[in-house]
């Protein structure tokens, strides 16, 4: 059973910074892509950014694109999204996901995003980032 923990929000002013972790557990990381969605009050969840533990590719939303960071730790099992240049418009619920996607997609893109996150049912409690301009 696909388990992820999302930890690392907080508070903070527009132009700081946070990192987001996703404890992964109960399924064969190195073969699932890993996603961050965020979902803002009122709105619906939106892709953020993913990376494929296969062959390590990274996709990022046109939004956080030059000021978020996702990497991964295989051996620990965890992904990583440092926030950088935190804008009061990414105050959000974030939330981390995981599919095996190899088949349709070996690489991360805006497509598996999508895929990820009609399929992805074990939605956990996310991490709150509030940021205050």
């Known amino acids: 059973e696909v388990q992820l923990v999302e930890s690392g929000g907080g508070s903070v002013q527009a132009g700081g910074s946070l990192r987001l972790s996703c404890a992964a557990s109960g399924f064969t990381f190195d073969d699932y892509a890993i996603g961050w969605f965020r979902q803002a009050p009122g709105k619906e969840r939106e892709a953020v950014s993913c990376?494929?533990?296969?062959?390590?590719?990274?996709y990022y939303e046109d939004s956080v694109k030059g000021r978020f960071t996702i990497s991964s730790d295989n051996a620990k099992k965890t992904v990583y999204l440092q926030l950088n240049s935190l804008k009061p418009e990414d105050t959000a619920v974030y939330y981390c996901?995981?599919?095996?996607?190899?088949?349709?997609?070996?690489?991360?893109?805006?497509?598996?995003?999508?895929?990820?996150?009609?399929?992805?049912?074990?939605w956990g409690q996310g991490t709150q980032v509030t940021v205050s301009s």
């Open positions: 996901a995981a599919e095996d996607l190899r088949v349709l997609f070996p690489s991360c893109t805006a497509q598996t995003m999508g895929v990820m996150k009609r399929l992805f049912e074990s």
């Open positions: 990376i494929s533990s296969s062959d390590g590719s990274s």
